[in-house]
């Protein structure tokens, strides 16, 4: 009967399992490409980067557009409540004396006159256009069409970051599903193993009839298998419900609707690339594409263009000004107008230029250190990914030579307990190995993808 018991223990999972041909042809899943696109095309963050970007070149349109001149028009009409008026003295002294000497008799007449005089309208209504031309600002037009310039680089490149955000993001949850299915599968293959064994010991130990010298099946032998089926269930359970999260991260990410089922193509774990990397070529590829260090080199260039500006402000102004009125002023005079050149220049502003200037100074330095920190940062964590990734590779390699010899020690206790040599016992721990060396090594094999795909989103290569 030990017999019969081990060759169910060994191929009981052949009749429970349907081979490829037998399957049902099911209907085609989604691969990693299409996934990354659905969710390149769905997530929002994509249209707020497009928006960021639409923004930043209006930015630039305003900076260039103080090279050209300013017009307004503006249009009025006013109501004073009198004429402006002037009271001034008119001295006669000199016609007075001039009329002494004709014989002309002044006494009596004052030597000055007072005369009151009102102009201007009391109701008024024009029309005027202001003109501003500045002619050369010491490069302070130019220092802000660059900052707006690098403004609009910096939003293309957080554009491209989270381009890189969302592709790691859909990698990490799509191998998740792959590990979850892979682990599910293994565990219900061991599931339907461990239940025809349980079956099969039941009614071994209750209808067998033992050999003198072969104690036979015995109920703790039936227990045993019972205890580690229930223990491969509850694994199998916690493995679907992570398996179902696994799926809904997946549409999450992939910016879907998360009651709309997902079909993800069924591709085995053990098929995904295991490549060297090369690791001073990856450091490399990093220092030149990492969108972090491109934002924050381009934020060197802004403060750096910001500290130039801010010494600026000790430099003239010259401009051109000019101005219409019409149809006449309030004075009656028809079509004013005037034109003119000007210069400004500060004197003393209460040191206000000085301390911008010492502000744009700090924040350059406190950028160019920053720079430096994350450029290390970087590195010092692609060693690390890199040092994770030789660690898990090793760990394939060791973890598949492993199964081999767990595949062989499950014959050799299954043989053995056929021929009555060895325990339940051992048989049991030889299942629980074959197990255990199979979760370990998709464990692995996951763990090496995710830092792969890591180290590809850090270096800027997706």
């Not at 859909?170 to 599910?184: D, E, N």
Request: charged content about 25%; glycine content about 6%; hydrophobic content about 40%.
């Amino acid at each position: 009967m030990r017999k019969i018991l081990v060759l169910f223990l060994i191929f009981g999972c052949v009749g429970f399992s349907e081979s490829p041909a037998q399957e049902k042809k099911a209907s085609r899943g989604l691969t990693l490409e299409e996934c990354i696109q659905t969710a390149l095309k769905n997530r929002p963050e994509m249209a707020i980067a497009n928006s960021e970007i639409l923004n930043s070149e209006h930015q630039v349109k305003e900076a260039t557009s103080y090279y050209y001149p300013r017009l307004k028009f503006n249009a009025s009409y006013t109501r004073f409540n009198k004429p402006e008026q002037f009271k001034f003295d008119i001295d006669i002294t000199e016609i007075l004396t001039a009329l002494d000497g004709l014989g002309v008799p002044t006494s009596g007449f004052p030597s000055k006159l007072s005369q009151e005089v009102e102009i201007g309208k009391t109701n008024w209504a024009f029309v005027s256009l202001d003109l501003e031309q500045p002619v050369y600002t010491f490069g302070r037009i130019e220092e802000a069409v660059k900052q707006a310039r690098i403004g609009q680089s910096i939003a293309v490149n957080q554009k491209e970051k989270k381009k890189e955000e969302i592709i790691f993001e859909v990698k990490k949850r799509y191998y998740q599903v792959l590990f979850s299915r892979a682990s599910l599968q293994l565990l219900k293959d061991a599931e339907a193993r461990g239940g025809v064994v349980a079956k099969m010991a039941k009614i071994a130990y209750e209808t067998s009839v033992p050999d003198k010298e072969d104690k036979g099946v015995t109920r703790l032998d039936f227990l045993k298998a019972r205890n580690f089926l229930s223990e491969v269930k509850a694994k199998s359970v916690e493995m679907n419900k992570n398996l179902i999260l696994a799926e809904l991260a997946l549409k999450m990410a992939m910016g879907v609707d998360t009651t709309v089922p997902l079909t993800v193509t069924e591709v085995p774990v053990e098929s995904l690339s295991l490549v060297t990397q090369d690791l001073d070529l990856t450091k490399e590829i990093l220092l030149n594409k990492n969108m972090d260090l491109k934002t924050m080199e381009q934020a060197v260039q802004l403060y750096d263009s910001r500290r130039r500006a801010a010494s600026k402000e000790y430099l003239p102004k010259i401009g051109i000004q000019g101005q219409y009125v019409g149809p006449e002023d309030r004075y009656g005079t028809k079509n004013l107008w005037y034109a003119g050149i000007g210069i400004t220049l500060p004197i003393f502003d209460g040191f206000a230029t000085k301390a911008k200037i010492g502000q744009a100074e700090a924040q350059f330095q406190k950028i160019k250190s920053q720079k430096h920190l994350l450029e290390s940062g970087l590195l010092v964590q692609i060693e690390y990914l890199n040092a994770n990734l030789v660690e898990q590779r090793e760990k394939i390699r060791i973890l598949g030579e492993a199964i081999n010899e767990a595949q062989e020690r499950l014959s050799l206790a299954a043989d053995g307990y056929a021929a009555g040599i060895t325990e339940y016992d051992d048989l049991l721990l030889a299942q629980k190995a074959e197990l255990e060396m199979r979760g370990a090594y998709l464990q692995s094999l996951f763990l090496y993808q995710m830092a792969k795909a890591e180290m590809e989103f850090i270096s800027g290569v997706l």
